[in-house]
């Protein structure tokens, strides 16, 4: 038996085991049956006592000591071949710690590759389902871009074809206005002439062969010039509301109360015989054109003044509104106005609500001419005035109990103190 040889083969074999304790152990038994007598045993701790024992490892790292019980001294060949052998021992030991150490090394490597592959794949996956994404939302945008175009093409074209719309009509409304002006012109110099003409003549009848004339002629006469008189009237009314539609408006700051009192004092002027109580509002003012508010206040005090001619203590009251109340008698259309609202109010011969959308047409009139004269224009050239300041007129009243007269003037006029 060569030791050598032996050895070497031992080495050889335990280099190809993955297992430290089965290598120690093979080691263990080898080295008895190498060395017999001789016996040896391997311990974690270095022994106390000065037992001898050898170290198996490396600078770094110790994996046992192997303790031998002599039954005579190791020979000098053997001591140097049992420490080679325990030297390759370590070697053997260090390659396969640094080979196990690989190996997990290796495993941790495939399971973070495994892992980072498995979110590359739902990283890619997320990608493509975003790419698909983005490019569904780039067709569509695509698609509303279009729909934009064209839609703003067909706004262009209906601006363009409105805008020729309005020229036109635009064009129609001047030469409208150019004919009614030469139809206003044509009424006040063509039809007057005639009327006076008729009238004069009638007045030159009665005068000049009354005495030659019967009763039943000189009724005649008197009708003839009580139908003349009546047209003019009508006539010059009719060129009011022509005027007041087409002439220059310009607002400024009105003191309404002021002008109450001096329309009522010209009334009482032309009726001296009447007894009428006139309550006014103090400080009432309002922002508007002064000569239409004019004729508005003209018109509604003289029909007030007139409706009430035939009650005894008649009262007309002239005010505003106070805003608290204003919604509960005002049109659904002047609920969220801040407009100050005025009235004129009477309690003479009133109306019937069931007839108050005709108040304010031309030649609409809900009295004889027998019971109240007039024309039927007064409140459609009221209604015309409020309309061009951006307000609102309307009414309320009842039969023999009065009419109550309202209005606004479009813009929020100053704050007053209002009278009811």
């Excluded at 004092?265 to 508010?293: C, G, H, K, S, Y």
Aim: proline fraction near 4%.
């Amino acid at each position: 038996m060569n030791p050598t040889n032996d050895l070497f083969l031992l080495l050889l074999n335990l280099s190809q085991m993955r297992s430290e304790v089965s290598i120690m152990k093979l080691f263990v038994e080898c080295l008895d049956a190498l060395f017999a007598p001789a016996s040896f045993r391997l311990v974690n701790q270095q022994p106390s006592g000065g037992e001898p024992c050898f170290t198996i490892g490396t600078r770094t790292t110790v994996y046992s000591y192997l303790v031998p019980t002599l039954v005579e001294p190791l020979t000098d060949e053997n001591q140097t071949l049992l420490h080679n052998a325990i030297q390759m021992l370590a070697v053997i030991l260090e390659r396969l710690a640094l080979e196990q150490q690989l190996q997990a090394d290796k495993s941790t490597v495939e399971h973070l590759a495994t892992d980072r592959l498995a979110t590359l794949v739902v990283t890619m996956a997320e990608l493509q389902q975003s790419r698909n994404a983005s490019i569904n939302l780039i067709e569509d945008l695509t698609l509303e871009i279009n729909d934009r175009k064209l839609a703003e093409a067909e706004i262009r074209h209906l601006n363009q074809t409105l805008e020729e719309r309005v020229a036109e009509r635009t064009a129609q409304l001047a030469t409208a206005n150019q004919e009614l002006e030469a139809f206003s012109y044509s009424v006040s110099h063509d039809l007057r002439a005639p009327l006076r003409a008729m009238d004069g003549f009638s007045a030159a009848l009665l005068e000049d062969c009354a005495d030659a004339l019967d009763a039943s002629s000189l009724d005649h006469l008197r009708r003839i010039r009580a139908g003349s008189q009546r047209m003019a009237v009508l006539i010059n009314d009719l060129l009011n509301l022509s005027r007041e539609s087409r002439a220059e408006m310009r607002r400024e700051p009105v003191d309404v109360t002021a002008l109450v009192e001096k329309i009522a004092a010209d009334l009482e002027l032309a009726n001296p015989d009447r007894q009428i109580e006139l309550v006014t509002a103090p400080a009432m003012t309002a922002d508007a054109d002064a000569r239409m508010l004019g004729v508005v206040l003209t018109n509604l005090l003289g029909n007030a003044w007139k409706f009430s001619s035939h009650r005894d203590g008649a009262r007309i009251e002239v005010g505003t509104v106070p805003p608290e109340s204003a919604a509960l008698i005002a049109p659904a259309a002047l609920c969220n106005s801040k407009s100050t609202v005025f009235f004129v109010r009477d309690n003479g011969a009133g109306f019937d609500m069931a007839y108050a959308g005709k108040l304010f047409g031309a030649f609409q009139r809900l009295h004889s001419q027998q019971e109240f004269e007039g024309t039927g224009i007064g409140l459609a050239l009221v209604q015309r005035i409020i309309r061009r300041h951006g307000g609102h007129v309307w009414a309320s009243g009842k039969v023999n109990e009065g009419a109550t007269f309202f209005f606004t003037l479009g813009r929020s006029e100053p704050r007053i103190t209002p009278q009811t």
